[in-house]
Antibody, heavy 113, light 110 residues
Framework: EVQLVQSGAVLKKPGESLKISCQGS????????IGWVRQKSGRGLDWMGF????????IYTPSFQGQVTISGDRSVSVFYLQWRSLKASDTAMYYC??????WGQGTLVTVSS | QSALTQPASVSGSPGQSITISCSGT?????????VSWYQQHPGKAPKLIIY???NRPSGISNRFSGSKSGNTAFLTISGLQADDEADYYC??????????FGTGTGLTVL
């Protein structure tokens, strides 16, 4: 069974940096794409970007290009989503996804002064 | 590129069937057979219920079915049950960016 376990909820101030993680278990990560999804206020899902198998190419959706950084190490099935300078508007739940089939439990990010 | 268009809400009585539409363009839904549907209960992560237009992952009830006609995809839920009350999102591969979600539909079981 594939599982994705994400890091815990965080409270940050505007302007701070953040890196959240997604740890996979099982052996289905070498050949699967990994995506990150934002959900604000419990409604509406937005793809943020993807890390593809093989050469681990990373593609961001237009709204998130330049706003976040996706990275990961497939050899240990750990993936990251990073912000250099958080804004209040980044407050949301963030999910990692494996190939559409498996989802992490979500990481709640709250940005408030 | 905008999100795929779904009705904001649908409702049905237990035992009935409902269909949720997901309207896209010939650059996404109409161009590829890579439409997925997700179910999300309040406070939970989304769950894949249909992939590649009509395929069900292991463990998903055959009460859930998917189809596509032109630029519109459809999710049909037959034999409605109370636990089907949730938000439903479609998702498609696109020409211009990897994937896009639908706007989401809230299903109420009366």
């Amino acid at each position: 069974e594939v599982q994705l376990v994400q890091s815990g909820a965080v409270l940050k101030k505007p302007g701070e940096s953040l890196k959240i993680s997604c740890q996979g278990s099982g052996n289905s990560f070498v050949s699967s794409w990994i995506g990150w999804v934002r959900q604000k206020s419990g409604r509406g899902l937005d793809w943020m970007g993807f890390m593809y198998p093989g050469d681990s190419e990373i593609i961001y959706t237009p709204s998130f290009q330049g706003q976040v950084t996706i990275s990961g190490d497939r050899s240990v099935s750990v993936f990251y989503l990073q912000w250099r300078s958080l804004k209040a508007s980044d407050t949301a739940m963030y999910y990692c996804v494996r190939g559409g089939f498996d989802w992490g439990q979500g990481t709640l990010v709250t940005v408030s002064s | 590129q905008s999100a795929l268009t779904q009705p904001a809400s649908v409702s049905g009585s237990p035992g009935q069937s409902i269909t949720i539409s997901c309207s896209g363009t010939n650059s996404d839904v109409g161009a590829f057979d890579y439409v997925s549907w997700y179910q999300q209960h309040p406070g939970k992560a989304p769950k894949l219920i249909i992939y590649n237009v009509f395929n069900r992952p292991s463990g998903i009830s055959n009460r859930f079915s998917g189809s596509k006609s032109g630029n519109t995809a459809f999710l049909t839920i037959s034999g409605l049950q109370a636990d089907d009350e949730a938000d439903y999102y479609c998702d498609s591969y696109t020409r211009s960016r990897p994937r896009v979600f639908g706007t989401g539909t809230g299903l109420t079981v009366l």
